[in-house]
């Protein structure tokens, strides 16, 4: 029970990372005749009246989940100067802001009321999943346009003003069956998840149908609970009993790494493959990360990979701020990128009303084809979810390797 | 072949619960209260060992010795404070509920001061243990240790029970408080004795537990402790050689329920035979009708 609140705890805080990019434009009223917005724009190209779109983004800059909330929002800024640098959005400057949300909902809901008042037009967040379900409560009410780029709970984008970069929960055990299949890394599979969590028995289930649908073989689905998680050696022993040459794991490190000291010590070794939740296995302390060596897991971004992007992203990042960027950076730096593209595509200026602009975010988000540090080409549909190749990394040495 | 490899598996989840039970029916057989908060004695001296073990490089022994000289001393702290004002209480439950009260206060104290990140625990059994046909069936280190050394706690404690006069003492104390007072008997002195060999007891189950399942946090525990009870009254609580045998046959039982009935029902089979066992035969297999005089 108690470590269920942690668990829930700590997806709580990579959905406040998620909901801080999205800004909406608070300029002149949306009902802008020709008229008005044909001078607005010309102003603008003078640059006369220096009319910019406000973006914000909110997440937890403080306590737990800080890590979580500076990178959404270091990436989220890095993103803003360099569109700045190549000349903004539409020939308009970005301006932003953030706000911390403590990881709690409703400070994440002063943090939206704060960065509304600074005249935001378009949300990026908030980073952890309640916060961003708590604050898409009040940008559906605003109708201002709201891009989550870690909320990952289902409910994140209930409503028609909310998209998000990265996955959802069970929509990774999807993307995990694909990458199985298309890399052809098993052909019997073992599964051991967690029944009393709705993490990862959501996440269970879509793999399972998901694994049907591309002929891979599930030789055993074993499940445990929060009050029985110390012996593994039934579920590993049966997934090995029943040649399982592949391990999925959709539940969180902390219960894998026993996994992986216990199969360790009965002399199994298929690969193991993990989500989001396996993120954090090379921190625990004092753990042989000898033992996570080869396991795989799901997620959108490498720091090592050698694309471009990539590359020059990771650069700016460690100058600008002395650490390595993780996945929620990455998710956040492409998220400013996609309000820029769909920006452009209807020709959007900052003088149209906030709810103006969020309609015309929302025709064109599932009008465009982004592509990114997470994925060469993401597309979305009304429902607000991506639809992208999913990635994979190795754990080699001790540290993260693209898998490709 | 795989139904022995099962069955050697719940040999040793049997043999921690063996080992975690013993100290619970200690103190329960002399003092005749339930101390809920034994399974968080237990993670306390995990905690012990895991910290010395890192500030010493590794040198688990001495962080095994220090772990049960604190953890003793933990547990007669505890009983003076929490325990012995309320022993002249009016209701039993007044003395259970503030068992309860200190199992939380440890784990909160222990979430404070380590924070609620897992720590990977280095096993302090170094051996790779027995491997018979070819390496198809291994008995790990851990549980030939766990199991030699639940042995061995039970030999001592039986000795030390029915052959030293404190050993009597303590005898005394459990069958009437009022009449050993009158033999002369120090019953407080007997009773802050028994939690201290309880709580000793703790931290050697502990450095086990944890090197049995190497993940060690502020709950770490709980669950093993509250299953170690459901042993120690399937074995007949207060009953020692009882307490040993209850570990086995729950481990084995969990084991085997999670392998041919299903991996999520096996808690509810497990505390089903409580309840069973309570209704059967409330006394356990090993535990003795006491006789209501009036």
Redesign the interface.
């Known amino acids: 029970m108690?470590?269920f609140k942690?668990v829930i705890s700590s997806l709580m805080a990579s959905a406040l990372v998620v909901s801080m990019l999205a800004g909406c434009t608070d300029a002149a009223s949306t009902e802008t005749t020709d008229a008005q917005a044909q001078p607005a724009q010309e102003a603008s190209s003078s640059s006369d009246n220096g009319a910019t779109f406000k973006i914000g983004a909110i997440g937890p800059l403080t306590g737990g989940a800080a890590a979580y909330g500076n990178a959404v929002c270091n990436a989220a800024e890095l993103a803003v100067e360099d569109i700045n640098a190549a000349g903004g959005i539409n020939g308009y400057q970005v301006e932003y802001n953030k706000e911390d949300d403590e990881l709690n909902a409703e400070k994440s809901v002063n943090a939206y009321n704060t960065l509304k008042d600074w005249g935001m037009q378009i949300l990026v967040g908030s980073t952890t999943s309640a916060c961003s379900i708590a604050v898409s409560e009040y940008t559906k009410a605003d109708n201002m346009f709201q891009l989550t780029p870690s909320g990952s709970a289902e409910e994140c984008v209930t409503y028609d003003n909310v998209f998000r970069v990265c996955f959802s929960d069970p929509n990774q055990g999807i993307a995990s069956a694909q990458y199985i299949a298309d890399h052809n890394l098993a052909t019997k599979i073992g599964i051991i998840y967690d029944?009393s969590d709705v993490y990862s028995n959501g996440i269970y289930q879509k793999f399972a149908e998901e694994a049907k649908n591309k002929n891979l073989e599930i030789v055993s689905a074993?499940?445990?609970?929060q009050?029985?998680n110390?012996?593994f050696?039934?579920?590993l022993?049966?997934a090995k009993?029943a040649g399982a040459d592949l391990v999925f794991l959709p539940i969180y490190y902390?219960d894998a790494?026993?996994i992986l000291?216990q199969a360790n010590?009965?002399?199994y070794a298929p690969t193991f493959f993990g989500v989001d939740g396996m993120d954090g296995i090379l921190?625990?302390?004092?753990?042989?990360t000898k033992l996570a060596e080869g396991v795989m897991l799901l997620t959108p971004f490498a720091a090592d990979a050698t694309d471009d992007l990539t590359v020059n992203f990771v650069k700016k990042y460690e100058e600008k701020y002395g650490e390595t960027p993780n996945q929620f950076a990455a998710d956040a730096y492409d998220a400013v990128f996609i309000i820029k593209q769909a920006i452009e595509a209807k020709g959007a200026t900052p003088d149209m009303s906030t709810a103006d602009l969020c309609e015309a975010l929302k025709t064109a988000m599932t009008e465009i084809e982004a592509a990114g540090l997470t994925s060469s080409k993401m597309t979305w549909d009304a429902s607000g979810e991506p639809n992208k190749e999913p990635k994979a990394v190795v754990i080699k040495d001790g540290a993260y390797v693209s898998a490709e | 072949m795989s139904f022995l490899t099962y069955l050697i598996n719940g040999l040793s989840l049997g043999s921690i619960y063996a080992i975690i039970a013993l100290g619970y029916t200690m103190v329960y057989g002399i003092a005749k209260m339930l101390n809920f908060a034994h399974g968080d004695f237990i993670m306390v001296g995990c905690y012990i060992i895991f910290s010395v073990s890192a500030a010493l490089s590794g040198n688990s022994l001495v962080g095994i010795v220090i772990a049960v000289v604190l953890c003793t001393l933990l547990g007669i702290t505890t009983e003076f404070i929490a325990y012995r004002p309320l022993r002249g209480a009016a209701s039993p439950l007044a003395v259970l509920i503030t068992a309860i009260g200190v199992s939380y206060l440890l784990e909160n104290v222990a979430l404070l001061i380590f924070g609620a990140d897992i720590k990977s625990f280095t096993s302090v059994i170094k051996w790779e243990g027995l491997s018979f046909a070819g390496g198809e069936l291994k008995i790990q280190g851990v549980t030939v240790i766990t199991i030699l050394v639940s042995l061995v706690i039970l030999i001592a404690l039986q000795l030390f029970i029915n052959k030293t006069k404190q050993g009597q003492a303590m005898l005394a104390v459990a069958e009437d408080k009022g009449a050993a007072t009158l033999m002369g008997i120090n019953v407080n002195k007997t009773i802050m004795l028994t939690f201290a060999i309880g709580s000793a007891l703790a931290a050697i189950a502990g450095a086990l537990l944890c090197s049995a399942y190497p993940s060690l946090s502020p709950y770490t525990g709980a669950m093993p402790g509250i299953k170690a009870f459901v042993a120690a009254v399937l074995g007949g609580i207060g009953s020692v050689p009882g307490a040993m045998i209850g570990g086995l046959v729950l481990g084995i039982v969990e084991i085997l329920s999670k392998t041919y009935i299903s991996s999520q029902l096996s808690d509810a089979i497990v505390f089903g035979i409580l309840v069973v066992v309570l209704l059967v035969k409330p006394t356990g297999i090993l535990g003795k009708v006491i006789q209501e005089k009036v």
């Open positions: 108690k470590k942690k029944s074993e499940a445990f609970t009050d029985n110390t012996d050696s039934v579920q022993q049966k009993d902390k790494s026993l000291t010590t009965m002399g921190t625990v302390e004092n753990f042989d």
